[in-house]
């Protein structure tokens, strides 16, 4: 077993997931070798021609990871684990927490059709580059993302932010989408920020600025635990795909961003 291949304890629990080898076109290759010659892309950030031939072709894994991504099937993967984790319990609704984060994006990154704009990408002080607003549960897991240029500010992307990710209940319920509080750093501190959480019942744990004047209701202890969602960010950017972005489209990049959040889960 390769350091960067998935393991077999993770596999045993995306397995059931994946979709059938048989169906209405031709059969898939097994899953096993291409899925992890996908996961050895996003660890190692290599181009799709390097992959080690064990994987198989380079062509058959760099086609599964697009087909995956254009159909949603990493995304439902994903959904499927939050499920699954919400009904066991360990998926925390108590509180949720909100960052984001610039993420450098490379020269072949650019010249895709429709302009950099609708392709998340921007110009911040970090010169050429991407914008994840992130999303994690309290117990430090992802649970949804958005992308923005990257010189947009985080509090603009909040309301988006909350309202991706939808996780499904047992039952005939509603699925769950809103956590009981959110807890954010002093960028979300805004007057439209606190109304819009105010308005949808939602607590608040962001810390006021300077110019605000104080605020009774601050509670540091809880803030203390946003180093949870800054920790993710480090795990997320352990993948070098995501450290970097080379992809000229923004959904190949929310898709390996989406198959590193199934990673995190399993």
């Not at 993770?10 to 031709?26: A, D, F, I, N, V």
């Not at 892309?41 to 058959?60: H, S």
């Not at 010249?111 to 110009?123: S, Y």
């Not at 308005?199 to 803030?223: E, H, M, N, W």
Request: hydrophobic share 35%; charged share 25%.
């Amino acid at each position: 077993m390769w350091r960067e291949e998935i393991t077999d304890a993770q596999w045993t629990r995306l397995e059931p997931l994946l979709p059938p080898l048989t169906g209405q076109g031709r059969p898939y290759l097994a899953h096993r070798p291409i899925v992890s010659g996908i996961v050895w892309v996003l660890r190692t950030g290599a181009p799709w021609r390097d992959v080690p031939e064990r994987f198989g072709k380079w062509t058959t894994v760099s086609s599964r990871f697009r087909r995956w991504t254009a159909k949603g099937i990493w995304q439902a993967i994903w959904a499927q684990l939050q499920h699954k984790a919400d009904l066991k319990g360990q998926l925390d609704w108590s509180m949720h927490f909100v960052d984001g984060t610039v993420v450098r994006a490379h020269q072949c990154a650019a010249g895709a059709r429709g302009g950099q704009k609708e392709e998340a990408l921007g110009r911040s002080r970090g010169g050429f580059s991407t914008k994840i607003h992130l999303r994690a549960e309290g117990h430090g897991k992802p649970m949804a993302f958005v992308l923005s240029g990257g010189e947009r500010h985080e509090s603009r992307f909040l309301a988006p932010l909350l309202e991706t990710g939808a996780v499904v209940r047992a039952g005939r319920g509603r699925p769950r989408i809103r956590p009981d509080r959110v807890v954010g750093d002093k960028g979300y501190s805004y007057t439209t920020t606190r109304k819009y959480l105010h308005s949808r019942g939602i607590r608040i744990t962001i810390p006021r600025r300077k110019d605000q004047g104080l605020d009774l209701c601050f509670d540091p202890a809880v803030y203390k635990e946003r180093n949870k969602i800054e920790r993710l960010v480090g795990r997320l950017k352990h993948f070098r795909r995501i450290a970097t972005r080379y992809d000229k489209r923004a959904a190949s990049y929310q898709g390996w961003l989406t198959v590193a959040s199934i990673l995190l889960w399993l």
